[in-house]
């Protein structure tokens, strides 16, 4: 018998996933938030060796980008964002960095690394969006273990590592890293 997969809905706050929601929530600046900081630069050292070895021109997508923090350390040269939250594309754009204000929930873009840093447990769906994801290569960051009793109340869905492995596989994704970070699980998946 193995170990159990857990993966919990928490209650139905789908109202967290949806354009209002967001319209007037203010700017996530993740790069400068003690809580935030350590996972984004994991990820982009993961995302920044995928472009040294594959090419600097290969299209990564930052799905759910905040302010473009993170895209402010990638060194690719096709590098797009989109957020829902209109303060963080304003911020972003501000800053000069690629964030477009999109939901891109339904129709993902094709493109050759996708990135979302705690993004997925703030979707309906996560399992269908992970099925419509066009992208060969996943970068992806989510709180670690997080159940019905204890989780963030923006939250829809928590896992533990084997939960959220068992959904990449779901997905059509093979697990090839998995990075502990304490309260965050960073994962790099390819299909």
């Known amino acids: 018998m193995g170990v159990p997969v857990s993966e919990y809905r928490f209650e139905d706050f789908a ?18 938030q003690p809580e935030h900081v350590g996972r984004l630069l994991v990820v982009a050292g993961l995302v920044n060796d995928l472009l ?13 980008c905040g302010n473009g923090g993170l895209i402010s350390l990638l060194h690719g040269r096709n590098v797009t964002g989109y957020d829902f ?8 754009q501000a800053a000069g960095r690629n964030v477009e204000h999109r939901n891109f929930v339904e ?6 690394i996708a990135v979302m840093t705690e993004v997925l447990e703030h979707m309906d769906d996560p399992h ?16 670690n273990g997080e159940t019905p009793e204890r989780h963030g109340d923006c939250h829809l869905w928590g896992w ?3 939960g959220f492995g068992a959904m990449l596989t779901a997905a059509g994704y093979s697990p090839a890293r998995f990075v502990p970070l304490g309260p965050t699980q960073v994962w790099l998946a390819v299909r």
């Not at 109202?15 to 400068?32: I, K, Q, S």
């Not at 939250?85 to 972003?92: D, E, G, K, S």
């Not at 129709?107 to 050759?112: C, R």
């Not at 269908?128 to 709180?143: C, E, H, I, Q, Y």
Request: no cysteine; charged share 20%; net charge negative.
């Open 128 to 143: 269908g969006f992970l099925m419509r994801l066009d992208a060969p290569t996943l970068v992806a960051s989510v709180p």
């Open 107 to 112: 129709h993902p873009e094709p493109s050759d």
């Open 15 to 32: 109202h967290v996933a949806t354009a209002a929601f967001h319209a007037e929530r203010d700017a996530a600046d993740h790069l400068n």
């Open 160 to 162: 533990d590592a084997d």
């Open 85 to 92: 939250t209109p303060a963080n594309v304003a911020a972003a």
């Open 52 to 64: 040294h070895r594959r090419g600097y021109d290969q299209t990564v997508i930052d799905y759910g």
